[in-house]
């Protein structure tokens, strides 16, 4: 992964809006509709090539593929990113009758529920929590996705090579988030994670292999906190947490960390976010990823304050950042001098040269599309302001 050497590069953190045509698709895939496979795959590259000219269009100089090869219910899904990898893994089935959203236990969802019934009946859809008969591992894991992380890569790798762009990246579920769905076939919460982090490893090799960039997708590293109910001791939690970063280290196992980011967030519903877990109390177990780079959310007004952790917290020799600067828990536009404020912050603890503008969860999906394209031309604004003001 290229350093911002001479500027403050760009990115995000992966999910962009889907066109139409690609939703159409998606959703008769889904529904298990007749659709010629033909007419999937073209507007998949279509629409794929067209995400990555948009983004180097306004801009961004770390692009990826939208996240298009993950298939969404509709315009808006917070579980595409995780929820994909069922497609693409063997030892499941779908288990007993869901009568009510895997979410409702959350803390802050009983500290508001009020709120929340209001917001889930007009906005929230996940295709990781729908009720019905979700799946359930029964059996031995196995990645049976070649045949999709090729597709993928492929997509990718040609939109990539018709606009400019600094680098290309993927992403990928981490096992800790995924494995959170239920497993009734490992005695052992361990044997479960490695072997799923085995699983997942050929996606992550063909991804590497390929040319680009690796970004693992690990939100439950904070956000499970939340689940845990009552609230769970720090070093007991810390401790759950751990088991997972050794499983992911064990599936990275060999492979080169300067291709490799990190991501993190508190979950990317617009809720109030009162039980997140503060940054300070995971930076030490956020740190022992193998990974180059870490993506954690910077720029909402539940977190925008822990830019701070960074000047007691030392980012490890080599690494980056690359902070939210924009977010996608709200629908107002982030002026560019407030970016470069923030940039110009993160620059300041842990040095200009490892510091990535980006964003603190995917766009695509938690904000309208006019307002996603929209704040990602006010990040590359803001981040040639924070430049001309740090290499001045």
Request: hydrophobic share 40%; proline share 5%; aromatic share 8%.
């Amino acid at each position: 992964m290229k350093h911002s050497t001479n500027r403050i590069l760009t990115s995000h953190a992966g999910s962009l809006p889907r066109p139409q045509a690609l939703i159409e698709v998606n959703q008769a895939k889904l529904e298990a509709r007749a659709l010629d496979e033909k007419t999937y795959e073209e507007r998949l590259r279509r629409a794929v090539a067209e995400v990555a000219r948009k983004q180097a269009e306004l801009g961004i100089d770390v692009i990826n593929d939208g996240e298009f090869g993950k298939v969404t219910r509709g315009a808006v899904d917070y579980g595409a990113w995780s929820s994909y990898a069922w497609s693409r893994l063997k030892g499941w089935e779908p288990g007993e009758e869901r009568t009510m959203p895997a979410l409702a236990g959350r803390r802050d969802r009983q500290k508001f529920a009020a709120f929340y019934r209001e917001h889930d009946a007009k906005e929230f859809l996940s295709s990781s929590q729908m009720q019905g008969r979700p799946p359930v591992f029964t059996g031995p894991i196995s990645y049976a996705g070649q045949a999709m992380v090729k597709r993928d890569i492929d997509n990718f790798k040609a939109a990539l090579a018709q606009v400019k762009a600094e680098e290309g990246f993927i992403t990928s579920v981490a096992p800790g988030s995924f494995a959170r769905r239920q497993n009734q076939y490992y005695k052992t919460d361990e044997e479960f994670l490695f072997t799923l982090g085995d699983a997942l490893r050929e996606e992550y090799k063909a991804i590497i292999e390929a040319g680009l960039v690796l970004q693992l997708d690990d939100p439950g590293l904070p956000d499970t906190w939340d689940l845990a109910n009552p609230e769970p001791k720090l070093d007991e939690y810390k401790k759950f947490a751990m088991l997972r970063i050794e499983a992911l280290n064990h599936a990275l196992r060999g492979l080169p960390e300067n291709m490799i980011r990190y991501h993190i967030c508190w979950g990317s519903w617009h809720g109030p976010h009162s039980t997140d877990l503060p940054l300070a109390s995971i930076v030490d177990v956020l740190l022992k990823v193998h990974a180059g780079a870490f993506s954690i959310e910077a720029g909402n007004v539940r977190h925008e304050h822990e830019w701070k952790v960074w000047r007691d917290v030392k980012l490890p020799e080599g690494k980056m950042l690359i902070p939210g600067v924009v977010s996608h828990a709200t629908n107002v536009l982030e002026h560019p001098e407030v970016i470069a404020d923030r940039l110009v912050r993160f620059a300041g603890v842990v040095g200009r040269e490892n510091v990535i503008a980006g964003t603190d969860c995917g766009l695509g999906g938690r904000v309208h599309e006019d307002i996603a394209w929209a704040k990602l031309e006010a990040l590359a604004e803001g981040a040639r302001l924070a430049s001309k003001e740090l290499w001045t």
